[in-house]
Nanobody, 122 residues
């Protein structure tokens, strides 16, 4: 139904920057929220940043002031600009979208990308 393709992960030194991108495609009527989650080894998946359709944003305390989430509604894309990266930011980052997929229904569904690895070396 809906496919999310992520890109932009990789290896970077502490203090460096990376930009993650996610493109949604498929049977999408409209997208509500777009978000990034991450999961480090041995830890639960956690919300990193979220952006509403109108552009309101929220961030995990650990990334406030360093990460910026943005979206392009027309292109169905979202990005996560990550600056001043720290070793503790190392994780698999997942794109997340809540979207309507049926014209005749207000029901929304949650979709996940395959994940992209971000590794920050000290």
């Amino acid at each position: 139904q809906v496919q999310l393709v992520e890109s932009g992960g990789g290896l970077v030194q502490a203090g460096g920057s990376l930009r993650l991108s996610c493109t949604a495609s498929g049977s999408i009527v409209s997208i509500n929220t777009m978000a990034w989650y991450r999961q480090a080894p041995g830890k639960q998946r956690e919300l990193v940043a979220i952006i509403t359709r109108s552009g309101s944003t929220d961030y995990a305390d650990s990334v406030k002031g360093r990460f910026t989430i943005s979206r392009d509604n027309a292109k169905k894309t979202e990005e996560l600009q990550m600056n001043s990266l720290k070793p503790e930011d190392t994780a698999v980052y997942y794109c997340n979208v809540v979207a309507r997929t049926r014209e005749w229904s207000a029901a929304e569904f949650e979709f996940w990308g395959q994940g992209t690895q971000v590794t920050v070396s000290s």
